[in-house]
């Protein structure tokens, strides 16, 4: 590189806030997030957000897909509990 550039590897570190100590401005900006993905189509949502953008209802059919019978539920029970619903927290915070 003729102009001396640098490269370096960058940490991207999330960091969840509890609601209630959330600045008036961060409130806003999670409740207006919030009504994009209740009433954003996931078609919509990529096209305008990009590919991870994913609709609530698709959320809301994953967790009743995997979780909807008391006898079957992926999702509750045993060692999936906290990968999966971190999995889905992750993915929901992307959208």
Request: glycine share 14%; aromatic share 8%; proline share 0%.
């Given at each position: 590189?003729?102009?001396?550039g640098t490269s370096v590897d960058a940490i991207c570190k999330y960091v969840r806030r509890?609601?209630?100590?959330l600045s008036d401005d961060d409130r806003e900006a999670f409740?207006?997030?919030m009504e994009v993905i209740y009433g954003t189509s996931t078609d919509e949502g990529r096209a305008t957000y990009g590919s991870q953008y994913?609709?609530?209802e698709d959320f809301i059919i994953i967790?009743?897909?995997?979780?909807?019978k008391l006898d079957c539920d992926h999702l509750h029970g045993g060692l999936?509990?906290?990968p999966q619903h971190a999995a889905m927290t992750l993915n929901f915070e992307r959208s």
């Open positions: 590189n003729k102009l001396g509890e609601m209630r100590t409740f207006t997030a994913k609709s609530a967790h009743n897909t995997l979780s909807g999936g509990f906290l």
